[in-house]
T-cell receptor
Framework: DTAVSQTPKYLVTQMGNDKSIKCEQN?????MYWYKQDSKKFLKIMFS???????INETVPNRFSPKSPDKAHLNLHINSLELGDSAVYFC?????????????FGPGTRLTVT | AQSVTQLDSQVPVFEEAPVELRCNYS??????LFWYVQYPNQGLQLLLK??????LVKGINGFEAEFNKSQTSFHLRKPSVHISDTAEYFC?????????????FGKGTMLLVSP
C-alpha cells in the first residue's frame, strides 16, 4: 500500500506550458510538503501545508502555486514553465503532533522542460 | 537558520568493508538530526533520527549514527556494507520546537559499493 503517491512519475513538456503534479497521502498526516531536487541532487523545501493552510512558502517564483483541497492532498501547479524548472519534485507528509519531525516522501515526479 | 555540510560527495567502498559518511551541522538552537537514503530513481526513506536521549542511534539496514554536540556532527556508520547499500545518503536537520517540521538537507553523499 502506497503511503505517499505522486502523479505523474515523469512529465515532459515544452517551455511556456502549464502543468500540475498531484500528491496524495493515506497516512492520516496533517502536514504536507513540496521539495525540489535539482540536477545536483540538492533538496530544498518549497511549500508546506498544515490542515489545508499554507505555513511555509520559501522563495519560489509565483508561477508555482500549491493547492490543498483537503488534508490528504497537496497539488502543485506550475504556470509558464521554464527550462530551469526541470528537476525532480518530491511530495512529503508528516503528522504535526505525533511524528512531528519524521517526514514520509513520495517517489518523486521528474519534470523535464524542453 | 541551520545548515548541513556533508563533507564527501562520493564515497567508494568495497563490499563487506566498514563505512562512515560524515555530516556536520550549524544552528543557533537545538536541533533534531536525520539521515535519509535515496535509492536510484526512488524517493527518500528515513534511515534513522536523533531527537533526544542516547547519542548513539540505530536505524534500519544495520546503519547507526552518533550525535556529537561538541563537534556538531552526526556521522553515519555501517560495519559491513552490501552492494544493495549503493545509494545517495542525505543528512538533514530540523529546529527543536519550531512548531512545524522544516528539514534542511545537506547536498548528499553517494555511497558506491563494489564487489
Amino acid at each position: 500500500d502506497t503511503a505517499v503517491s505522486q502523479t505523474p512519475k515523469y512529465l515532459v513538456t515544452q517551455m511556456g506550458n502549464d502543468k500540475s503534479i498531484k500528491c496524495e497521502q493515506n497516512l492520516g498526516h496533517d502536514t504536507m510538503y513540496w521539495y525540489k531536487q535539482d540536477s545536483k541532487k540538492f533538496l530544498k523545501i518549497m511549500f508546506s501545508y498544515n490542515n489545508k493552510e499554507l505555513i511555509i512558502n520559501e522563495t519560489v517564483p509565483n508561477r508555482f502555486s500549491p493547492k490543498s483541497p483537503d488534508k490528504a492532498h497537496l497539488n502543485l501547479h506550475i504556470n509558464s514553465l521554464e527550462l530551469g524548472d526541470s528537476a525532480v519534485y518530491f511530495c512529503a507528509s508528516s503528522h504535526r503532533r505525533q511524528l512531528i519531525y519524521e517526514q514520509y516522501f513520495g517517489p518523486g515526479t521528474r519534470l523535464t522542460v524542453t | 537558520a541551520q545548515s548541513v555540510t556533508q563533507l564527501d560527495s562520493q564515497v567508494p567502498v568495497f563490499e563487506e568493508a566498514p563505512v562512515e559518511l560524515r555530516c556536520n551541522y550549524s544552528s543557533s538552537v537545538s536541533v533534531y538530526l536525520f539521515w535519509y537514503v535515496q535509492y536510484p530513481n526512488q524517493g527518500l526513506q528515513l534511515l534513522l533520527k536523533y531527537l533526544s536521549g542516547s547519542t548513539l542511534v540505530k536505524g534500519i539496514n544495520g546503519f547507526e549514527a552518533e550525535f556529537n554536540k561538541s563537534q556538531t556532527s552526526f556521522h553515519l556508520r555501517k560495519p559491513s556494507v552490501h552492494i544493495s547499500d549503493t545509494a545517495e545518503y542525505f543528512c538533514a536537520v530540523s529546529d527543536v520546537g519550531s512548531g512545524y517540521s522544516t528539514l534542511t538537507f545537506g547536498k548528499g553523499t553517494m555511497l558506491l559499493v563494489s564487489p
